[in-house]
């Protein structure tokens, strides 16, 4: 909120975000840091080059580092970020491009794979894109958390006897990670599992690893109910014994248990869970791995377990009658992520999304091709706001439908009016002086308005970063505020 800041402070969180504001005045916002930080509008719009050249540049530290944030830059201005003398920026870079596979340089690649500091190394070995002879050089690094690291991420790429040396590694670490890789294509004995050395790392192998019957049979039986509770959710566990999970004295057993791709519904069914209204459950990630099979997708929809249900619901594409069935479901969330994620979704389910959901993907549903637009007129008078909303989209509204909505008594639907080119801009100005700040701001922001009231706006408190933001802002003034601000 732009009243919570002093106008000077706003107009430079404004002026960050202004879609008009040029290279010039981009880079004079940058001279605020270090005394006050830079708007975050900055980490998020597309820069001129002579911005971006400007922020490498800087002398500050931390404002260096904040440009690592960027969500825009090239890979070679990835790469330029390593030429300062801040030892950490090397770590952000590596750490942010691997986290979200953000495209790096052959030259960057070799840099971070070369780094002095081992946690740069281990960093750039879990990128997606490390080119193999790189990621082969950093299984032989001096540094056990570097070999492990690129154990875990290159073994695919590894030759025999590369992976004979890592497992043969004389740190435990490595050796384990070595084994869990090894042990994810071959199956994994009890003399194996036995010989890990951590707990953790036993509960790791039982979760993921490929096991020999015996093992299997050890780990489902064990007293742990932290190592039944992994193998409870290994894929490749036995249908036979994951029934017998189900049976397990320990809660999270079973409901893991439950969950199994190996289970017929039956058996599924014959498993007692209970699923809570108030927890946030993670999708499984076997049914997102088989999103484009059609008939699984049709299987896990018609499961009993509402979680694969829940799991389905999340594909892009659906058969036709699947989508019905999920858009039926009685579970809310089902519906829910059908209409936040599927091309199929119907109309009548985005539009019950739109008039019941709270949260912020509600906003998103009328955007989605199938959403209902003709007959939106009907809902000019409804009781409910968010109803009213909607009319100004029917293709048979008019300019005097929205020059009503602006002048609605709920403020979210006069909010949603100023959204609209028809809102004439004698509403705009009246609504800048409206009596719900978001409505004010939102105003103080649009194009429409004319200069000498937007002028005006600059100096409320209220409204002076919206105001900056706003599009038909001369260039003449922006510099004019910057240099009020006290920005050179």
Known sequence: MTSSREPRDAWLHGLAGN?????????????????????????????????????????????????????????????????????????????????EGRAL??????????????????????????????????????????RRSVCRWGWAEFDAGLRAALVADEDDGVRSEALLSRHRELPMDPHIHASLPEEAVRQQAARECRLTSELAEL????????????????????????VRLGEDPDERVRFTAAQHPSLDEDQRAAIPVEISPDVRYWPLDWVLARRDDPEEMR?????????????????????????????????????????????????????????????????????????PRRGLL??????????????RLDPESTAEVVERL??????????????????????????????????????????????????RLLEAPGTAGAAAANPVLPVAVMHDLLDRAGLP
């Not at 260096?64 to 390593?82: N, S, V």
Request: charge should be negative; proline fraction near 9%; aromatic fraction near 4%.
């Open 299 to 371: 299987r896990c929809a018609t499961s009993g377990h509402v979680l694969l249900r829940r799991g389905a619901a999340l594909a892009k594409e659906l058969p036709p009658d699947v989508v019905e069935l999920l858009a039926r479901d009685e579970d809310h969330v089902v519906r829910l992520l059908l209409a936040e994620s599927c091309a199929q979704a119907p109309g009548e389910l985005l539009l019950e999304m739109w008039r019941t959901w709270n949260g912020w993907s509600r906003f998103e549903m009328p955007r989605h091709p199938n959403f």
């Open 19 to 99: 879609p008009s504001a040029p290279a010039s005045v981009l880079v004079r916002l940058l001279r605020m840091a270090p005394e006050r930080q830079l708007p975050y509008a900055l980490m998020l719009r597309p820069l001129p080059a002579e911005v971006i050249e400007a922020w490498l540049r800087h002398p500050d530290r931390r404002t260096r580092r904040a440009l690592c944030e960027q969500h825009h830059l090239t890979p070679e201005q990835r790469g330029r970020q390593l030429d300062g003398d801040d030892p950490r920026i090397a770590f952000i870079v590596a750490t942010v491009a691997a986290d």
């Open 378 to 391: 009907r809902y000019a008078d409804d009781p409910d706001p968010r109803m009213r909303e909607l009319a």
């Open 105 to 146: 340089t052959e030259d960057t690649f070799e840099r971070l794979a070369a780094h002095p500091d081992s946690k740069v190394r281990c960093e750039a070995a879990r990128h997606r894109d490390l080119p193999r002879r790189l990621r082969h050089a950093l299984a032989a690094d001096p540094h056990p958390a570097v």
């Open 219 to 242: 780990l489902v039986t064990h007293e742990d109910a932290g190592i039944r509770a992994g193998v409870a959710e290994n894929p490749h566990l036995a249908a036979d014994l994951v």
């Open 406 to 455: 602006g002048r609605d008594p709920e403020p979210t639907v006069r909010y949603a009016a100023l959204g609209d080119g028809r809102l004439s801009p004698e509403s705009v100005v009246r609504l800048t002086t409206d009596a719900q700040e978001e409505v004010r701001e939102r105003a103080a922001a649009d194009s429409r308005l004319p200069r000498e009231v937007l002028a």
